[in-house]
């Protein structure tokens, strides 16, 4: 893996950010002042809850036109750290630790991902992308992949929780800490192609518990054998999208919960908790501009459902991002059907988080055929179709028997 040494930051990322707004014939009222919480995303389940939304809700001055936002961390929004603790999920001591270094890196690669100077980034690297191989099965890293991957990286050390980090970015896993009581898989910068058309990127993680029955082996051998577990086996997993807003999705084995990234505070907070996937969706996610390399029995499901001839009579729409994170999170939150037909999402670092956080949802990931969770990985860059979405639709979906797409030219984008 090769190093960076450029400065991603002069001053701090997160600094309190408030607007002061003075309401009309400000010669009168000149002594007011409006504070505005920004990047406040609020759940439909909240929004219908007036005593959950105690803490922030919109109020007009009678004094002046001006909107402002009231702020009061101690009702309805807890931040993730306190959601996790003791006081809530209480994930366990090692599991908080691990999970306050994972948002800090993901905090910093959010700021980097905005910058604006992200996209000269490849000129101060000198071009010097880690090329992937047909042997490894890693894509050609993007310069943001790799600076993301060395964040991830640094922050897992720091956290002294972790013995081993597999990245879709390193040919083989590396071993950290002999004392680390976890394995983390990730993909530090899913869709980074897309990021220089402003279109959502994230990062998906998965965590297990160390085999410490493997402690004996070499470090390599073991380091490659606790990145092979079973997604079954996962103690937790998430993604962040980096969009609008910045969102961590996660689940810990006791539901699926998302926090938004406060930038007034530097927080993520609750709002999404128990995230319920509703169990048949309108809408679908394909790239179905490859409709004829697909096998007849997806284009028969397409063209049912989108006529409105399946077992929900509602014609459904499609919706194509082409970022996984982002058409996965539309997906789970209105539900409906996010796929790749094709062998090219990757298993360990991309099917087994995501379908463990649809299963917590309440909804299913699969390759066409099987749970994805109860698949065994046999190499860390393994590559499958990856099917997630509402239970209903997934069952409608595999129902048609012949899913997978087998012709694979491998597209230029």
Known sequence: MQSSTITLHQTPIFQPKFS?????????????????????LISPKMASSSSSLS??????????????????EANGFPTLMDYVGKGGLNVGDDLVVLLSHLQYACKRIAALVASPFNSSLAKHMGGSAAGGSAESGRDVAKPLDIVSNEIILSSLRSSGKVAIMA???????IWINDDGPFVVVTDPLDGSRNIDASIPTGTIFGVYNRLVELDHLAD?????LNSLQSGSRLVAAGYVLYSSATILCASFGSGT??????HSTGDFVVTHPNIKIPPRGQIYSVNDARYFDWPEGLRKYIDTVRQG????PKKYSARYICSLVADFHRTLLYGGVAMNPRDHL??????????FLAEQAGGKGSNGKSRILSIQPVQVHQRLPLFLGSSEDMEELESYGDVQQKVNPGYEV
């Open 20 to 40: 002061s707004f003075p309401p009309k014939n400000n010669h009168h009222h000149h002594h007011q002042q409006f504070l505005v919480r920004t990047n406040l």
């Open 55 to 72: 803490g922030y809700f919109p109020i007009r001055s009678q004094k002046a036109d001006s909107l402002s936002v009231v702020n009061d």
């Open 167 to 173: 990245s879709e970015e390193d040919d083989s896993p």
């Open 220 to 224: 390599k051998e073991k380091a490659l």
């Open 257 to 262: 919960h998302a926090f938004t990234l406060d």
């Open 309 to 312: 001839k399946g077992k929900n």
């Open 346 to 355: 990757r298993l360990v670092y991309e099917a087994n988080p995501l379908s």
